[in-house]
């Protein structure tokens, strides 16, 4: 069985032990080793009675390890996997016992699907992406890698969600909307028309702010 280690030890990287635990209950195919985290602070402590091993340079001295990344900000999760070139093939996924999944669900290395969390047919989720409790994501819908959803957000169908983009707590899309590679959807937010990339988005209906698009 393999050893999983959560890239991360805050708050994220604790509830990602946690489901990592509980997917382990359900007969999931990890065995939770402990967490890494750059943080000076937080290495050779105890976190929920499992060790910070180390730096998340620690990874690249043992290839025999699954990872996760625990790092809740899009662009900061692609930018630790990057610099640290963590290979995909090593990346775990983890899906909360709670979550029903059709066999149309296309799942990527590295998601992380936490409890309450609804996935209905036809969705793929890129590498990386991260569904947060009690999220859904409707029919026919694309998260781009390192995609997060935070607590409470709702996805409509026929949704594109490109790479990186960051939906805040409750934020909703309605259904057919493109949503460009690195936005972020400020908390509660509506997103009733397709957002430009770079952009943040807030209010209802979510409305790009003043300097904040590409070009």
Known sequence: MPSLVVVGAGGLGRETAVLAQAHRAAGGAFDILGFVDDDPALQRRTVLDLPVLG???WLVHHPETVYVVAIGASRLRRRIVDLHRLPVDRAATLVHPSVELHPSVHLSPGCLIF?????MLNVALGDHVIVDVNSTVGHDTTLGAFSTMHPGCHVSG???VE???ELGAGAVVLPGRR???EVIVGAGAVVHRDLPAGCTAVGV???PLPGTREG
Do not use: L
């Not at 409890?115 to 996935?119: E, F, K, L, P, Y």
């Open 158 to 160: 026929n949704v594109v």
């Open 55 to 57: 730096a998340i340079d």
């Open 115 to 119: 409890r309450g969390a609804v996935v």
């Open 179 to 181: 949503i460009g590679r």
């Open 205 to 207: 209906p979510a409305r």
């Open 163 to 165: 790479e990186a983009v």
